[in-house]
């Protein structure tokens, strides 16, 4: 009697733990099959005045999906965040593990005058430590604004695609292309965009980020 006792307790052990093992196999799946695109950036990125739908993080999410990627979007934006910033999250951001990174940052750089060696040194340390990772990096590029005078804002512009030509990365020359000064796509502070204005820049992200997704 004991020894059948035993063998049941010992069957319903093994049935449990296969139904632990048949449930587990699904999750795991789908969680390698969701492969991240990591939106590294500011305000820009984390949608300052507009719905959280309305960022460009957002709606890539959608074209991503409506093209049949399974990739998700990871929107690690900071309002006010310069590239010193980033190199000071990227690490613990790339706990996510993502597959691609849009490295977004820059624009507050420019907006204080800091140092334009400093921000090239700290983009070229979040490649670094992109690549660390195997996550390849799409770079937008950003544009300063005439304050600290025209010497510092062509230096600003060339360091992009400078970067962009040196470690061959996918390029968007300027993330606010057609918005930024536009009043019908901007914030009454000519830089951060409006619905209209989001619409535009995920056009410009998704037509570099289509060709660097893999189904």
């Known amino acids: 009697m004991r020894m059948i006792l035993l063998n049941y307790n010992q069957t319903l052990r093994i049935i449990f733990v296969l139904g632990l093992l048949a449930v587990g196999l699904p999750t795991l799946a789908f969680a390698k099959e969701r492969s991240v695109v990591l939106a590294l950036g500011d305000s820009l990125t984390a949608g300052f005045g507009v719905e959280s739908e309305e960022n460009y993080p957002s709606q890539l999410q959608l074209k991503i999906k409506a093209a049949g990627f399974l990739h998700k979007v990871v929107n690690a934006g900071v309002s006010g965040d310069t590239t010193a910033g980033g190199v000071r999250r990227i690490r613990w951001l790339m706990k996510h593990e993502p597959e691609i990174v849009i ?45 600290y005078g025209e010497e510092y804002m062509q230096e600003f512009a060339t ?29 009454p502070d000519g830089l951060h965009p409006l619905a209209s204005g989001y619409r535009i820049v995920t056009d410009l992200v998704w037509q570099r980020l289509q060709p660097m997704l893999k189904k």
């Open 159 to 187: 360091v992009f695609p400078e970067l962009a030509e040196k470690y061959d990365l996918q390029f968007l020359p300027f993330l606010l292309e057609g918005v930024a000064g536009e009043r019908e796509h901007t914030q």
């Open 103 to 147: 490295l977004a940052l820059g624009a507050n750089d420019g907006l204080r005058g800091l140092s334009i060696d400093e921000m090239r040194k700290n983009l070229e340390t979040m490649i670094g430590i992109c690549r660390e990772h195997n996550a390849r990096i799409l770079l937008a590029g950003m544009k300063a604004l005439p304050n």
